[in-house]
């Protein structure tokens, strides 16, 4: 039997860590995953929150009124808070998405490490058909896992793009408001 799982490119009968080693990437992809998703869920947080500000302010507005009894409101100010708003909006949709890229992500590179596991397993008994099954399977789901969280990492980019968009747009308020 230790000459059948060997002849299949195990060592698990002769090294008790080649099971951790077909582990390690998986494991390791999937603790990166859990740190983006909860950098991800933090910036969702801080949207969220600020949001909230930004609709707190608009209520208090007239669109396309003076607002100028308003304490640090000028003229024009509901369209640059509206804006503000449909920014927020805009990053909010990104964020959730990549939350769900990400968790699947997530998901997919915790498959990957059980696959690879089992795939170890069940090359010990001298199963090929069942290796080589594991084994697509697990190459599989962690290459799946990987596009997925490279497309989070873009969306991530892309509301950080936004967000920095933002910030100029409330320093030409704040400007507004000094002069």
Known sequence: MDYVAAQYGATAAGNPFAVLTAVVAP?????????????TSNRLARVVDRTRVVARELALMEPGGANRNLPGHL???????????AALQVRTQLLVKALRVIYGSLG???????????????TYYGQRWLFQVTAGLALLT????????ASG?????????????????EAKI????RK
């Not at 494991?27 to 950098?39: D, E, P």
């Open 75 to 85: 003229p024009g100010d509901y369209a640059s808070w509206a804006a503000q708003l």
């Open 108 to 122: 997919l590179f915790a498959t990957a490490a059980l696959v690879s596991v089992v795939g170890s397993i069940v």
């Open 174 to 177: 704040l400007e507004g408001l």
């Open 153 to 169: 990492c873009a969306l991530m980019v892309h509301e950080t793009r936004l967000a920095v968009q933002s910030l100029g747009d």
């Open 142 to 149: 962690g290459a799946v896992a990987v596009v997925g969280l």
């Open 27 to 39: 494991a390791i992809l999937t603790n990166a995953c859990s740190v983006l998703a909860l950098g």
